[in-house]
């Protein structure tokens, strides 16, 4: 990045606020561009430190900017393929995202993270095992999980760990980035409104590899065709996991302990039980995925385990919420795909009254249903897919559904619903957006109206 190269952060949230602040501070001539109908240049000014300079335009961009941009910044958010972005790589700007920015400053090492389910857990973990390791000082959790690339990589040394999670569409733009370790834990469908085809989506998540070499490690999930398929053609050197056989290398579980096989040897580990504070199989596999990638990174595996074993769910994934009269509270807000909340279905040991509902991302529901398997006594449905769910619930044989308008009205119907020694397990499969702002706030709302129960 020169000193007055013409840039064009598009997107004024979290990554795009610290990709202004970044390129500002590497000397760009910065405009920050908003197209949200509610934004004015007031509002986007507002959101700069007040030292910035970067010019603020809302609404349409104009022409004489579009001819001047040569880099742009994308926040994950903001397709690829729109006019507006076709339109600026016609005119020869370069296309990055902000984790690719980010990345452009980075002194340190860095672990990258993706995967349909389980990133924020395994990230989270992988975070908490490095700053046991280094310290909080040389450790930074950065991406898809809520802090910004951008806002933290100038603060990096050549003896830091920046642990990255990162999403599809943050992958789609990266250029340069090279993790030392990288995983995928999964890949089923999702986020098919914007990537359009399985393939695209499953291509997009193997970019975490793409600069990788032999030299350095990519963790992959042996039980999905899909990542390992990869491992075939990864041009990393692999570490597999698998939570149903035991591998002549890599990670595995074995009755109720992980065992590590290489080089013909194998040890155990950690038993499930009671090493863990996690419940699910799902979470089996982050843990074992989160192992890997420490291990990869050089962490000695008695500080691993010593985080593991005082390490407790990630918020709003099969979180527990409270026991009231009886009946247990689940937050799996995070749930916002079929496959997700299949897991969360199976992590539960009662009767369990389902929430289940919200914005259409093009997901089918056919597998999400067969997983209730005598687990789910009811499905209260909310949102713009109630009734697709409906009608794929029934079509498999499961009636047993109630509508709700309001999540307020859907709250209250499952306390009606559940009888002690159930379960009420809030995970949608659907994501957020039309109702709340975020999953977040659907998860919290969730927590405080259980939290409220006498």
Known sequence: MRTGEKCLVIGSGISGIGSVALLEHMGA???LYDSDGKMTEA???EKLPAESKAQCVAGQLPEEIMNATETVVLSPGVPTDIPLVNGLRDRGAEIIGEIELGYREEKGRVAAITGTN?????????GRIMEAYLGSERTFVVGNIGRSYTSECLRTSADSVTVVEISSFQLETIRDFHPAVSAILNITPDHLNRHHTMEAYVAAKENIAKNQTKEDICVLNYENGYTRDF????PARVVYFSSARELEEGYFLRGDSVVRRFGGHSDTILDIHRDMNLVGLCNVENVMAAVAVAEGMGVPMDTILAVIKEFHAVEHRIEFVASKGGVDYYDDSKGTNPDAAIQGIRAMSRPTVLIGGGYDKGSDYDEWIEAF????????????TGEKIAECA????FDKIRMADTYGECLKLCTELAEEGDAVLLSPACASWGMFKNYEERGDIFKEYVRGLD
């Open 118 to 126: 389980g990133k924020t857990t395994t990230t989270t973990l992988v």
């Open 43 to 45: 509002l986007l000014r």
């Open 29 to 31: 001539d910065v405009v």
């Open 394 to 397: 029934r079509a498999h044989g």
């Open 373 to 384: 398997e005598g687990r789910v006594k009811w499905l209260v449905l909310i949102g713009q």
């Open 231 to 234: 491992g075939e053609r990864c």
